[in-house]
């Protein structure tokens, strides 16, 4: 039997491209809010034994959360065999300590919240830095798919002499892959985060790749404060404008246009968030793994 696909807030052309491949129509949900602001949740299909997929990446979370726990809890309820969340942009991954006393560790409150409602999650290149693994904070199967080989591939085919530049030491893990992929240079610098908005990024030592084309690569870009900040310090050393990538285009309030605005020659991204800059198609590498889930043996 075909699984059945279902979305609450999604668009764009990774979720088209996955219902394209998996042959599968998106099924119909009746959503209707009432005056109050509570939500009415209908499902016209049958749903006996039936593996359903929720497609929803989970940025600007907090809004999306409770329609999809009603989601998942309405299709259990009507008889689905399981329910899986592909969730290509996974939230509340940063707040993983308690960096001062009274902090609530939110990343965790979140991971013990979608594993009471899902048989299991696929996410695109979770923010992990001090967690090291999905499994330590979800106690469902989950599945991490990593951008890297289609980043890398952009940047074979769109650029030449690329000089990668992470810019602090969580984009270690992207830059220093890709950048060995491709075989080509890559330098990581520091960064320092006073506020949400006020970010202090060292100068890199740029002497010997005067000729090269900076790539800044970063997992997410917010406030796109961290582009901003690397970028300003390119121009001081008047580097060529460099192209920024970003696996999660979450773009905050006017960022898109204020990176623009900066000095870049492009912005780039993953379609894990739907957006105009989304450039690099996931689809291949997420279905992949939801063949293991679904163990349906016509996913192509
Ligand atoms: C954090 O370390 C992440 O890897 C990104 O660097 C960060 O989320 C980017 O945030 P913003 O765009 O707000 O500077």
């Not at 075909?2 to 807030?9: E, N, R």
């Not at 592909?86 to 993983?96: E, G, H, K, T």
């Not at 957006?275 to 349906?296: G, Q, T």
Request: aromatic share 8%; proline share 6%.
């Amino acid at each position: 039997m075909k699984p059945l696909l279902f979305t609450l807030f999604s668009d764009g052309s990774l979720l088209e491209n996955i219902s394209k491949k998996l042959d599968t129509n998106i099924t119909p949900i009746t959503l209707h809010q009432f005056p109050d602001e509570e939500t009415y949740i209908k499902i016209d299909a049958d749903l006996k034994n039936q593996d359903c997929v929720i497609f929803d990446s989970l940025d600007r979370p907090n809004n999306k959360l409770l329609p999809l726990i009603f989601l998942a809890e309405t299709l259990r309820d009507l008889g689905a065999r399981q329910v899986g969340l592909v969730a290509p942009y996974l939230s509340y991954m940063r707040q993983d300590k308690r960096f001062h006393p009274g902090e609530g560790i939110t990343s965790k409150y979140f991971s013990n919240l979608l594993s009471n409602y899902f048989n299991w999650l696929i996410t695109v290149d979770p923010h992990l830095h001090r967690v090291k693994s999905l499994t330590e904070i979800y106690s469902i199967p989950t599945t991490v798919v990593h951008a890297i080989d289609n980043i890398s591939n952009w940047i074979k085919r769109h650029v030449d002499k690329p000089l990668l530049i992470g810019p602090d030491i969580e984009s270690k893990q992207w830059v220093e892959q890709i950048a060995n992929n491709i075989q080509v240079p890559c330098l990581i610098l520091e960064k320092i985060r006073y506020s949400d908005h006020e970010v202090e990024i060292s100068a890199p030592e740029i002497e010997r790749y005067k000729t090269y084309t900076p790539i800044l690569v970063d997992d997410i870009i917010s406030t796109a404060k961290t582009m901003i900040e690397t970028v300003k310090q390119l121009k001081k050393l008047n580097t060529q404008p460099p192209i920024c990538i970003g696996i999660h285009a979450i773009f905050a309030a006017n960022a898109y246009d204020e990176l623009f605005k900066a000095g870049v020659s492009d912005i780039v991204t993953c379609n894990t968030i739907f957006h105009p800059s989304n450039k690099i198609d996931l689809a291949d590498v997420i279905l992949n793994e939801l063949k293991h889930y679904l163990k349906w043996k016509e996913i192509p």
